[in-house]
């Protein structure tokens, strides 16, 4: 997972997340937990977070700039086990 936060957003330092780099990894582990309860192993799963370093939207339009705060989920497929050993 990677999380990521428009260069827009303003973040209001808590004791939990003190600025955009930490909101970003914040959301990423958000979505690693939800899907652990899912059941999905959680040794398949990685978080990383980009605080506001790589927007999808440069653009100074509000709508754009919204999109720019996300999770991507990136899927790595590998080559499927051979059966019968």
Known sequence: MEGHVSPSTEVKPTPIIKDKWELSIRRATEVVKEMVKNGIDPHKLSAVGYGDSKPLYT?????????????????LLGKPKELGG
């Open 59 to 75: 653009w100074k339009q509000p709508i754009l700039m919204q999109r720019n705060n996300r999770v991507e989920v990136y899927i």
